[in-house]
């Protein structure tokens, strides 16, 4: 059971936009910020926001995050097949004294 | 180009031990912090440690502080994950990553390819 709440699996239709949440608590999200990892199949994940809304160089600005209290969110907009993907949130927990993934979300484009 | 690059699969028996290795490339591997992260099939990713090439400085997370041992060998720009007292429940994939300062909040950029191990008699 992962101290950060994820959504376990979201669809949607091309073009559309998406939002994955991510629960959290005082001793993570609602203290620190949070990162956004995708991890498409067979593939290792890959950081996709940074420090709660940052996209590193050559990530889609269709990707978008934000944060608010102990809960933070990923949109997608314009939704593409190539989007097929599980996506983990991330931040540091105080009690564990490290970093903590998200479950992870299955999102898949219908 | 940064790049992390892990050793090749494994097979192991139950009550084993291995050591998988992560070598970097493209930066000062002494700069950044050097973390694991186990991710069992069909399952989400687990911190599992953090090693500071610099100082060999280690953090464990508690869950696998009994079972792991992190260290580097700076000479050659690599890290290692050594497991013992394998069990068929630590069938997985390793990941290594260099976790990139930010301040409040670091994060894993890049990630090695992955190394699978399989424990099975």
């Known amino acids: 059971q992962s101290l950060l709440t994820q959504p376990p699996s979201l669809s949607e239709a091309p073009r559309q936009r998406v939002t994955i949440s991510c629960s959290g608590s005082?001793?993570?999200?609602?203290?620190?910020?949070v990162n956004w990892y995708q991890q498409l199949p067979g593939k290792a994940p890959k950081v996709l926001i940074y420090?709660?809304?940052m996209l590193p160089s050559g990530v889609s600005d269709r990707f978008s995050g934000s944060k608010s209290g102990t809960s933070a969110s990923l949109a997608i907009s314009g939704l593409q097949s190539e989007d097929e993907a599980h996506y983990y949130c991330?931040?540091?927990?105080?009690?564990?004294?490290?970093?903590?993934f998200g479950g992870g979300t299955k999102l898949t484009v219908l | 180009e940064v790049q992390l690059v892990q050793s090749g699969a494994e097979v192991k028996e139950p009550g084993q031990s291995l050591k998988i290795s992560c070598k970097a490339s493209?930066?000062?591997?002494?700069?950044?912090?050097i973390g694991w992260v186990r991710q069992r099939a069909d399952k989400g990713l687990e911190w599992m440690g953090l090693?500071?090439?610099?100082?060999?400085?280690?953090r464990y997370s508690p869950s696998f502080q009994d079972q792991i041992t992190i260290s580097v060998d700076k000479s050659i720009n690599t890290a290692y994950l050594q497991l013992t007292s394998l069990e068929p429940s630590d069938t997985a994939i390793y990941y290594c990553?260099?976790?990139?300062?930010?301040?409040?909040?670091?994060?894993?950029?890049?990630w090695g390819q992955g190394t699978l191990v399989t424990v099975s008699s």
């Open positions: 990553a260099r976790e990139v300062p930010g301040g409040d909040v670091d994060w894993f950029d890049p």
């Open positions: 493209g930066y000062r591997f002494t700069d950044f912090w």
């Open positions: 090693i500071y090439p610099g100082d060999s400085e280690t």
């Open positions: 005082s001793s993570n999200i609602g203290s620190y910020p």
């Open positions: 420090y709660d809304d």
């Open positions: 991330a931040s540091w927990d105080d009690s564990l004294n490290g970093p903590v």
